[in-house]
């Protein structure tokens, strides 16, 4: 549940796992009616709170490992979660150690998007 909860999250940013092969890719617009992302919420100062670019991973010690860990938790969650009879991405490979980063990366992230919008 966590790695879905993840994948929500990061999706919730303005930010995927897409392509062949996957890199971290914003989200430009907002596909399915009743979407909601942090750009439908407001500030104190009433303005829309910013998407989170791919280069918010830039701010980690190691940027790499972070987007991997990212591309690995949303595909795990797509993949061997929601859909178990497609793994071609993961290619049967264990993810655990992708999964800790992301539970360790995306929080820090959540807080930074977040702080002092609300004062």
């Given at each position: 549940?966590?790695?879905i909860?993840?994948?929500?999250l ?12 996957s890199?971290l ?5 907002r ?9 439908n919420?407001?500030?104190s100062?009433?303005?829309?709170l910013e998407?989170?670019l791919?280069?918010i ?5 190691d940027?790499?490992q972070?987007?991997?860990a990212?591309?690995?938790?949303c595909e795990f969650a797509g ?9 071609f991405?993961?290619?049967g490979g264990?993810v ?10 995306v929080?820090r ?11």
């Amino acid at each position: 549940m966590a790695a879905i909860y993840s994948r929500l999250l990061v999706e919730f940013l303005c930010l995927r796992a897409g392509g062949m092969p996957s890199q971290l890719q914003a989200i430009a617009k907002r596909t399915r009616r009743g979407d909601i992302g942090i750009e439908n919420f407001l500030g104190s100062d009433g303005s829309p709170l910013e998407k989170v670019l791919p280069s918010i991973i830039d701010d980690f010690p190691d940027p790499q490992q972070v987007e991997r860990a990212w591309i690995m938790t949303c595909e795990f969650a797509g993949q061997r979660v929601a859909h178990i009879t497609d793994d071609f991405k993961l290619n049967g490979g264990d993810v655990t150690p992708m999964l800790v980063r992301t539970f360790e990366t995306v929080p820090r992230v959540l807080d930074h998007a977040f702080s002092n919008k609300f004062d």
